[in-house]
């Protein structure tokens, strides 16, 4: 059994971080945080804030970036990252993680998502994700830092202990 978490570095995608490694603890679950990165997309890059407007697309550094974010966060956790297409569609990008959750048996993908599962005039990668039915949903719908930021906090607190 496993918990599978799309994670982008967004506030949503840390929140559904959080709540995984939550589960994960009372459950003892494995837990994998799993990013998509559309090969030199440099405009899809920008808008996830992987990197700022003056720097090119570094791929190693942008999976350096999420994988410490992941850490900070659920230092528990897995990371890990496909590669996609530059100019793959949502839909693409929510097959190859529907995918990747089948491929590690998943029992619960944690999916941070503003509308995954509603009716919007926007369709969106959750929106595909939350369609396959071989493993559970739970939609974290609401980001919420200070869950994240006591996460991080404890875990800095740790690291000075050691």
Known sequence: MTFVV???????????????????????????????????????????????TDEAFDAERIVTSLRDSVAAIAPDATFEYLV??????????????????????????????ENAG?????????????????YDTLIVSRANRSGIEELERRVSTAEHVD
């Open 6 to 52: 799309p994670f982008d570095g967004s506030d949503l995608s840390k929140t559904a971080l959080v709540r995984a490694a939550q589960f994960s603890t009372v459950l003892d679950v494995d837990v994998v945080a799993v990013a998509v990165i559309p090969t030199n997309n440099t405009r899809y890059a920008r808008e996830k804030g992987w990197i700022a």
């Open 84 to 113: 996609a297409g530059r100019s793959e569609t949502r839909g693409t990008i929510a097959t190859k993680l529907r995918s990747f959750a089948r491929k590690v048996d998943a029992s619960i993908v944690f999916l941070g998502s």
């Open 118 to 134: 509603r009716i919007a005039s926007k369709i969106t990668v959750g929106q595909y994700v939350t369609g396959d039915r071989s």
